[in-house]
């Protein structure tokens, strides 16, 4: 094989994994990690209490300034979700639909969208965080919620006191989760089920510690 075959089979093997699109999560260090549960711990019990499963990231705001298409991985063991770039508004929101849209496979029409926020942050002398205007921010708390259909539902939420990192989990879609706690006439009451598990997450969550005064972090170190 001359050199200039050599070239053409490189490139063709490299292509394909630079036509990917630019993952939206990344891996936070175990060290990093473990200080972040440690110090978000009653928020993450009380985020992740419904969900089958769930890590700590940090999000590639980078991404989505660039207005393309980017994927998300929630767990490893899974294949990338491909979202494409709708359009990204002045209030920091980036809007779009999923690749593989089964609703679009068959119509032809993206009805199935989403939306990830973005909220900027500032630090302070002290190593607080503070919400400040999107062009004084040094960084950005990240939000949005995944429904796939067919799939289970994966939800992005910054963790409450060190906001510069985010949770994702996976709720399953057989999971019980009596969403419907203020009723109003006409309503159909909660299954016994419901009730039950509604009642025991709330004998749950009566018993997490109070963080309320807790200082909102920058960064855990």
Same mark, same amino acid.
Request: with cysteine; aromatic share 12%; net charge negative.
């Given at each position: 094989?001359?050199?200039?075959? #050599? ?16 993952? $939206? ?6 060290? +990093?990690?473990? *200080? &972040? ?6 928020? $993450?019990?009380? !985020? %992740?209490?419904?969900?089958? +499963? ?11 300034? !660039? ?11 899974? =294949? ?11 209030? %920091? ?5 999923? @690749? ?10 993206? $009805? ?7 909220? *900027? ?12 205007? !999107? ?9 949005? #919620? ?6 289970? =539902? ?5 963790? =409450?006191?060190?906001? =510069?990192?985010?949770?994702?989990? @996976?709720?399953? +879609? ?9 009723? %109003?006439?006409?309503?159909?009451? $909660?299954?016994?089920?419901? !009730? ?5 997450? &709330? ?6 510690? /109070? /963080? %309320? ?5 920058? /960064?855990?170190?």
């Amino acid at each position: 094989m001359n050199v200039i075959s #050599i070239c053409v089979v490189v490139f063709l093997w490299i292509a394909p994994e630079c036509a990917r699109s630019q993952e $939206l999560l990344e891996d936070v260090d175990p060290a +990093r990690e473990q *200080a &972040l549960q440690e110090y978000n711990a009653a928020f $993450l019990k009380d !985020q %992740t209490y419904f969900a089958a +499963r769930y890590r700590i990231v940090k999000v590639n705001v980078d991404a989505l300034f !660039q207005e393309r298409n980017i994927a998300i991985t929630p767990f490893s063991d899974m =294949k990338p979700i491909g979202l494409v770039f709708d359009r990204l508004s002045r209030e %920091t929101f980036w809007h779009g639909f999923y @690749e593989n849209d089964p609703i679009y496979a068959v119509t032809g029409n993206r $009805l199935l969208s989403f939306t990830i926020s973005m909220v *900027a942050y500032g630090v302070d002398e002290s190593g607080a965080a503070v919400r400040v205007a !999107q062009d004084q921010g040094s960084f950005f708390a990240v939000s949005a #919620i995944f429904d796939v259909l067919g799939d289970s =539902k994966y939800v992005l939420r910054p963790l =409450k006191f060190s906001p =510069k990192y985010s949770v994702i989990y @996976e709720i399953r +879609r057989d999971a019980v989760i009596p969403v419907r706690i203020d009723t %109003t006439p006409g309503d159909h009451p $909660l299954s016994d089920e419901e !009730q039950a598990v509604f009642d025991e997450y &709330l004998e749950f969550a009566e018993a997490l510690p /109070d /963080d %309320t005064n807790k200082k909102v972090l920058g /960064d855990v170190w």
